[in-house]
């Protein structure tokens, strides 16, 4: 785990560091695709990368995971990205958003798979946040569906019922990246802030039920490319 003295120099030093990488997949093979999660810890991040020196018309943005909600209503992770990301000179990045048509995510699920038909794969970057009770994505402790969020067949996205709890208030319905395509990912970037969240990685990193800490399945899998960044 990297250490660092605040959010803000968190993000300094990730926007660099995933500037450069999304620079190099557009040098390497004309495109670069960025998976991006909601949460307060990097908003500072997706507001320096959208000043970045980048063909951003050459970069695909794709959530990691959305509440089941439309666009324009409390908790969109669609409107958060909108609103710090794709911003500035990255206004002109080509975004794939997750929520569909249907009353409940497995409704939408065949149409929010088919809009990333053309997404550029492996993912480049992919960043993660952790919730308290050890979820990543929107994968869930106990979750219906769970099982489909952590498998690694074709399945790019699973539909998510979690149970309510404190960290996921009233909304329960999610879908998601599933673990294939984020463990396929040329990096990824696990950023948590704050003493609690670091007190939920040592209970991850102790322990060995996924199903308790989703998080886990990334943790115990030596194969993931995956740094884990922590600030005060």
Partial sequence: ????????????????????????????RGAASFAVS????PKPLYQRLSHADL????????????????PGQPGSNEDFVRQTL??????????L???????KPADGLAEAESR???????????VLGMGNDGHTASWFPHATGLSNC???????????????????????????????????SGAIYLMLGGAAKRTTLEA???GSDIDEMPIRSLLQDDSVPMSIHWAS
Avoid: C, Y
């Fill in 1 to 28: 785990m990297t250490s660092h003295a605040s959010v803000d120099a968190m993000a300094d030093t990730l926007a660099a560091d995933i500037e450069a990488r999304l620079a190099a997949a557009i040098k390497a």
């Fill in 55 to 70: 063909d951003w018309d050459k970069v695909t943005v794709v959530l990691v995971d959305e509440r089941w909600v439309e």
């Fill in 97 to 103: 958003g997750l929520k569909a048509a249907g009353a």
């Fill in 204 to 206: 991850a990193l102790a």
């Fill in 38 to 41: 909601g949460g307060s810890t």
């Fill in 86 to 95: 794709l911003q500035n000179k990255a206004a002109s990045t080509q975004f």
């Fill in 150 to 184: 952590l498998s690694l067949d074709r399945a790019l996205l699973a539909a998510v019922r979690a149970e309510q709890s404190e960290v996921t208030g009233d909304h329960l319905d999610r879908i998601t990246l599933t673990r294939r395509p984020i463990v396929q």
């Fill in 116 to 126: 990333l038909t053309d997404l550029p794969l492996p993912l480049d970057v992919t």
